[in-house]
């Protein structure tokens, strides 16, 4: 399951990531705390309801931000980068 920081729904929904924090706190927008710490992490459904229910339009920036995210891992994973190379 994907799970995103407080600042990755900020760049998502457009806020200040203090603003994400207050909707979590408050209770508004569901997730969980990382046992031993004061980080935060909201599930993908969660985010997906928060954002619908809201109606921010941000459901297609979710979707294109986790392909961006997906394609960066496996290329990390395989070894491979997005940087230019210079010769």
Known sequence: MKVFTTGQVARIANVASRT?????DSGRLKGCRIPG???RRIPEPYLIEFLALNGMP????LQRWADERDKDT???Q????NEPTTS
Request: charged share 20%; aromatic share 10%; glycine share 6%.
């Open 37 to 39: 710490s004061q980080d």
């Open 58 to 61: 941000q459901l297609a920036d």
């Open 78 to 81: 395989t070894g491979e980068t």
């Open 74 to 76: 496996n290329a990390t």
């Open 20 to 24: 994400v924090s207050k909707w979590f």
